[in-house]
């Protein structure tokens, strides 16, 4: 709807189809990859393995075509064992550490170098992934 106030119907036209081909695909295609996680678990043939990715995808468009209540509910259902592991990594992590008071602790370890650099450029894609949806 901005994009339209903003700059007329073709360029939200464009956006949003580029949003639905190129832009979210990373979500549905996670749902999907995270579906191999029941392979760990139930040796499946590769066609259950696609049928589950499937299944997966569906199961999360219905619950988001059912409501925005009903997805966000489900949203925070899922998110909260997550949240808790992190928190559980932050609380032992200043429990058990040695807050670099040792004399040969560094910080930062790694030679400054264009690999370095691209290392942290390829990081923080998955940080910034992590995020989408801000600029929505």
Not at 36 to 54: D, I, M, N, S
Not at 56 to 83: D, E, F, K, L, Y
Not at 116 to 132: D, T
């Amino acid at each position: 709807m901005y994009v339209r106030d903003a700059f007329g119907p073709l360029p939200a036209f464009l956006l949003g189809w580029t949003l639905f081909l190129a832009i979210n695909c990373g979500g549905t295609a996670t749902l999907a990859w995270r579906s191999q996680t029941l392979g760990e678990l139930v040796p499946l043939a590769p066609a259950a393995h696609k049928l589950a990715a499937v299944a997966m995808i569906a199961a999360v468009a219905a619950v988001n075509i059912r409501g925005v209540r009903q997805a966000a509910s489900v949203q925070n259902w899922s998110t909260a064992p997550q949240s808790r592991r992190a928190l559980v990594l932050a609380v032992a992590g200043v429990a058990l550490g040695d807050g670099f008071h040792r004399s040969d602790a560094r910080a930062f370890t790694t030679p400054l170098s264009f690999a370095s650099f691209s290392a942290a450029g390829v990081a923080l894609l998955g940080v910034l992934w992590a995020y989408e949806g801000w600029q929505t």
